[in-house]
């Protein structure tokens, strides 16, 4: 690869590309809850409208920081989050001269939000990562279950799916396809090559089983859980949750905290290996081979909004590559997983770095190309 000759005959351009930080969703929060009396219809608005706001920002925060981190931070007050806030909307809206109840939307400005959390020195991270999806086997009484009913744990999971957040989670429904794929046993046995099959079927990149074991008599349920991420690029991650029945709570709501949990600690895993060091970074030259001009263009839409990208400058462009000037934030390797998020592969040959779809082999043309 040593003579790969680069942008023969290419024109130069003086282009600067400017790409937002991130996809708007990581900053808007849905299905806040509010529901707040006072002496006045307008006064209980006002009330629960602030208070919404609130718990908005507590958990735009909450999905982008670490827990140890979080606790360091104090709550903002009522103006500083306003000022934060792009927008808001309300659904499900029910009044009565002294009560107000609504479902909140509330989007934030991802620039103040930054500056918010950079100004008190929190670390944060804002990459979503491609959807996972969740495989939930059911262990009680000396059964073991998936796709047969009852399943209360895939119940769970099939109505309280984490779409949002830097780690999406998708369930599957279990039609015929999916029981035809991959067993209860293949499953907790770590079968790759049907989970992965499983996983793709619903855009998934990668498989998370989770067996839920319940134990324990009715009312003091005990349910634990092992959590296993099948990632097809490195070694299984395996991670415990225990959760107990509290005075007063159904098993299906200590579910529903145990897949919380679940869902936490993976969200958790993913920021910790993304989360942003600012005061880290640097530049590339970058080169993308390409098949034409609408070629670069899906490959140029795959790279806006990514995070770790600051800037990027094309220098030069011709009909097969594109000669990249790029600034980023952290480390390469994670300017490499951020990229992967995208289906961008960023690989090192020598002292030149090059970016193309991930699965094909671009650069063995070139080289050939001459």
Do not use: C
Not at 12 to 24: D, G, H, K, N, R
Not at 129 to 155: A, F
């Amino acid at each position: 690869m040593k003579n790969i000759k680069m942008l023969a005959g290419a024109a130069t351009v003086s282009m600067i590309l400017a790409f937002p930080a991130m996809a708007q969703d990581i900053f808007t929060v849905s299905g806040v809850h509010v529901d707040e009396s006072a002496d006045t219809a307008a006064a209980a608005r006002e009330q629960a409208l602030e208070i919404g706001q609130r718990r908005a920002f507590e958990e735009v925060v909450a999905r982008l920081t670490l827990p140890e981190d979080r606790q360091a931070l104090s709550t903002p007050n009522t103006s500083e989050i306003t000022n934060m806030v792009r927008d808001f909307g309300v659904s499900n809206e029910k009044t009565s001269s002294v009560r107000y109840i609504a479902d909140m939307t509330v989007r934030f400005k991802d620039d103040e939000l930054r500056n918010y959390l950079r100004f008190r020195d929190i670390s944060f991270a804002e990459l979503q990562s491609k959807p996972v999806l969740m495989v939930p086997v059911y262990r009680t009484q000396g059964s073991v279950t998936l796709w047969d009913d009852p399943n209360p744990w895939r119940d769970v999971w099939s109505r309280n799916v984490a779409a949002s957040g830097l780690v999406p989670i998708k369930a599957p429904i279990g039609d015929l396809s999916d029981i035809g794929t991959v067993s209860a046993e293949q499953a907790e046995s770590g079968a790759m090559e049907r989970l992965s099959e499983l996983a793709k079927r619903y855009g998934a990149n990668v498989a998370v089983v989770a067996s839920a074991d319940v134990s324990g008599p009715s009312g003091g349920e005990t349910v634990d859980v092992t959590v296993t991420r099948y990632d097809p690029n490195g070694a299984p991650q395996v991670f415990g949750v225990r959760e107990a029945t509290q005075s007063g709570e159904t098993l299906d709501q200590t579910l529903v905290r145990a897949a919380k949990s679940v869902a936490d600690q993976l969200s958790d895993s993913w920021k910790r290996a993304n989360l942003i060091n600012f005061s880290t970074g640097g530049s590339l030259m970058v080169f993308i081979p390409i098949t034409g001009l609408q070629d670069w263009a899906k490959i140029e839409d795959k790279m806006v909004g990514l995070p770790v990208v600051r800037s990027a400058r094309v220098v030069a462009m011709s009909r097969r590559e594109v000669q990249l000037s790029l600034d980023f934030v952290g480390s390469t390797d994670q300017l490499q997983t951020a990229l992967n998020q995208q289906n961008l592969s960023l690989t090192r040959m020598g002292e030149l770095w090059f970016i193309q779809p991930v699965g094909t082999d671009r650069l063995e043309g070139l080289s050939l190309g001459g």
